[in-house]
């Protein structure tokens, strides 16, 4: 029988950040300690993976120390190791794995291994301590866009995803072609309320029979407005594109993610990853959730951007369930979610 109770040290380095955190039964944070690279991709206009590892092995000492001293705890009071090892930059990923595999090993803790999206779907257990499986997670980041059917801790069935870009993605290249910077989400968020949503008209993909993405026609579509404009003199307004590509993009969203509640006869919805943070996305969800009649529940902002927090929830299921990992665990740049069982 595990510890219920049990305290785990998550860590993640999977992107930009460089994250540690100490969270109890899975709900409880204690310390959620994020150093972002942001300032120094910035100059790149997106993130730079090998400047990145550089800068994650400078940090993860400091980070997992603030950690442990943030939540008044000891390495000895931790019952396990949780980390970030796949998807992600093999680089970056090896920098967290490489100092839980170190401290799991000195301390004699459970090394637990966490599929960075699983962890960003953990984050509503943090900032919703009563929501349980199953729900709907509709996971939206720079790297993915999946609409997951949550069935119980840990396991998972993907129903839609994206075919191309990541919905992030879209919104990073679509603000850099603006000049707005990396990243471009919260830029685009910003802009977009200035703006009018209806102003310009940008398709919207839709695959029939399928809960399917694809966010690289609308992001052609933007580029290619901006450009015929530019090329005809005629001035563009940044805050009409901004709002009015956020609006598609939001219903694409919404759509899909309402019409998989429907399919799976399930009346709770949950938000997850960066693009969560988006303040059109969660209104509309909040709206249309509201509507008709499902829970609608989306992380804090800080904990839909990577942060280590949510892989430490994560990770406190799968040691209930007894899932560790052997040391010879390695990064998976590519891994699949539901498939990172023992
Ligand atoms: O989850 P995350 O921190 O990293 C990945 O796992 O990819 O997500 C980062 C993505 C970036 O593409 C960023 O532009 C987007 O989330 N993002 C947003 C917002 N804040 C971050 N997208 C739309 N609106 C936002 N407010
Ligand atoms: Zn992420």
Redesign the pocket.
């Known amino acids: 029988m595990r510890n219920q109770d049990a305290v785990i040290l998550g860590i993640e380095t999977?992107?930009d950040?460089t994250s540690a955190a100490v969270v109890v039964n899975g709900r409880q944070v204690l310390s959620n300690v994020i150093s972002s690279q942001i300032e120094i991709h910035k100059e790149y206009g997106g993130v730079v993976p090998e400047i990145a590892s550089r800068k994650h092995v400078e940090c993860i000492n400091f980070v997992i120390r603030q950690a442990l001293q943030d939540a008044n705890l000891t390495f000895q009071q931790v019952d396990a190791i949780a980390v970030t090892y796949g998807p992600?930059l093999v680089g970056a990923l090896l920098v967290g794995l490489s100092a839980a595999k170190g401290l799991a090993y000195a301390l004699h803790k459970p090394l637990i291994g966490v599929h960075?999206i699983e962890g960003?779907m953990s984050a509503n257990y943090l900032s919703h301590p009563g929501l349980v499986p199953p729900f709907l997670c509709l996971v939206?980041?720079?790297?993915?866009s999946h609409i997951v059917k949550v069935t119980a801790y840990g396991s998972y069935e993907i129903l839609g995803q994206t075919r191309d870009d990541?919905?992030?993605?879209a919104?990073?290249k679509i603000?850099r072609g603006l000049g707005l910077g990396y990243?471009?989400?919260?830029a685009?968020?910003r802009e977009a309320r200035k703006g009018d949503s209806g102003a310009i008209s940008f398709p919207k993909t839709k695959f029939a029979g399928s809960l399917d993405f694809s966010f690289s026609g609308i992001k052609t579509a933007v580029l290619n407005y901006m450009h015929n404009q530019q090329q005809k003199g005629i001035d563009i307004s940044i805050p009409d594109i901004c709002a009015s590509f956020?609006q598609t993009v939001v219903e694409m969203l919404v759509s899909n993610t309402l019409q998989a509640a429907v399919q799976e006869n399930i009346q709770t919805i949950c938000l997850a990853?960066?693009?969560a943070?988006?303040?059109?996305?969660r209104k509309a969800f909040t709206e249309r959730c509201e509507a008709a009649g499902y829970q609608f529940y989306c992380p804090e902002l800080i904990l839909?951007?990577?942060n280590a927090a949510m892989i430490a929830s994560a990770g406190y299921y799968r040691y209930l369930d007894g899932d560790v990992k052997s040391l010879d665990l390695n990064a998976s740049p590519g891994l699949k979610l539901g498939k990172n069982r023992a």
């Open positions: 999977s992107c950040e992600g960075h960003h939206a980041s720079g790297g993915h990541a919905a992030g993605e919104f990073d603000a990243p471009g989400g919260p685009i968020d956020q990853g960066g693009v943070a988006n303040s059109g996305l839909c951007t990577d």
